[in-house]
């Protein structure tokens, strides 16, 4: 065999091998949805398997809907832009590198709402097609405030703004438990991002802490805020009239037991205070105050005649022993009461 002829034999025999493996290999894409947040960068992963060179292959990144329909063209180990869909311009790229390697993935940068969707790759001369879906996310975090706040209930407010997909809203107790609470509702902006909001109802617990929670199930992602409500306490208005109220019924409570106590304490310092303001006594408490009251006038009255020619000073004297019967006859008075409230106790 002449070297020419043994060199075509071994070419043919490469391309051969070539052919059967690409014949074996099969283009596979992830099975699990890729989740990204906007403006995050994120990977398509696609590759061959078992894996060979891609590197000669034209590798072609498409998504249905789109005009033109082409994010990614490669051809001839390099990008042509004049195929690809302006709205992807300067965010995608192949691991050149990793062709060899018989790895097609592609990068996109900056992930935006409008890039989620399914994808297809494609290798046009191996006739190998995979799909793959990506789901891009936007979150914030909730705001929570008390917007009643009474003896009996509290009620809270929970908003979040700028959310994709479409999550839901859900209070828990200071224990974790689900709380009740109203529809949750839901705005779509012309971003096409959703506003949510949603209230609850609930009774002041002793621990007072509440969460709500913001969560969507397709990307994995939850946002939560705590909310603390302070103790309820009323105002002193109110303690004032719990108070007054108290008083009144623990006098008619008193009164209802208890007798009412003659007041018999007076100024002391009055002159005109006189006896005729304590209780009238029955029995013999009666006489003696007219005892007291007649040996009083008559005293008076002797000082008085028998004494009309006195000196200034001996009228200042008799007026001041007068002063001193009286309130020793007031003090008896008292002594008396005093002993019949003591009877009536211990019957």
């Given at each position: 065999m002449l070297p020419s002829d043994r060199l075509s034999f071994i070419i043919l025999l490469i391309v051969t091998f070539e052919v059967c493996v690409a014949e074996q290999s099969e283009l596979i894409c992830s099975h699990q949805p890729i989740v990204a947040l906007a403006g995050d960068d994120v990977i398509l992963p696609c590759y061959l398997d078992p894996p060979i060179s891609a590197s000669s292959e034209t590798v072609v990144w498409t998504k249905p809907g789109l005009d033109p329909k082409y994010i990614h063209f490669h051809r001839d180990g390099r990008l042509i832009y004049d195929n690809q869909n302006p709205s992807y311009n300067f965010r995608t790229r192949l691991f050149v590198d990793e062709l060899q390697n018989g790895n097609v993935s592609m990068k996109i940068f900056n992930a935006k709402i409008s890039d989620a969707g399914k994808y297809f790759c494609i290798l046009e001369s191996m006739l190998e097609e995979a799909s793959i879906q990506l789901t891009v996310g936007v979150i914030s975090t909730p705001i929570t405030e008390v917007i009643l706040h009474n003896f009996k209930d509290i009620v809270l407010r929970c908003e979040s703004k700028g959310w994709y997909p479409e999550p839901e809203v859900v209070w828990l107790d200071g224990e974790g438990n689900l709380l009740s609470a109203g529809p949750t509702e839901t705005v779509r902006g012309p971003d096409d991002l959703y506003t949510?909001?949603?209230?609850?109802?609930?009774?002041?617990?002793?621990?007072?802490?509440?969460?709500?929670?913001?969560?969507?199930?397709?990307?994995?992602?939850?946002?939560?805020?705590?909310?603390?409500?302070?103790?309820?306490?009323?105002?002193?208005?109110?303690?004032?009239?719990?108070?007054?109220?108290?008083?009144d019924e623990q006098q008619d409570v008193e009164k209802s037991v208890i007798p009412r106590k003659p007041n018999y304490m007076k100024k002391q310092n009055a002159v005109e205070n006189t006896c005729e303001d304590l209780p009238i006594l029955k029995g013999k408490k009666e006489e003696d105050q007219r005892d007291q009251r007649d040996k009083m006038e008559r005293s008076q009255r002797e000082e008085t005649s028998g004494t009309g020619n006195n000196t200034e000073d001996e009228k200042q004297k008799t007026l001041e022993n007068t002063k001193r019967q009286r309130k020793t006859s007031c003090s008896d008075g008292e002594r008396l009461g005093r002993r019949e409230e003591e009877w009536r106790k211990s019957l």
């Open positions: 949510v909001s949603s209230r609850v109802t609930v009774e002041k617990r002793h621990s007072n802490n509440f969460t709500c929670r913001v969560q969507q199930k397709d990307i994995n992602q939850t946002r939560e805020t705590h909310i603390y409500v302070p103790g309820i306490k009323r105002n002193q208005k109110n303690e004032n009239e719990q108070t007054e109220k108290e008083k």
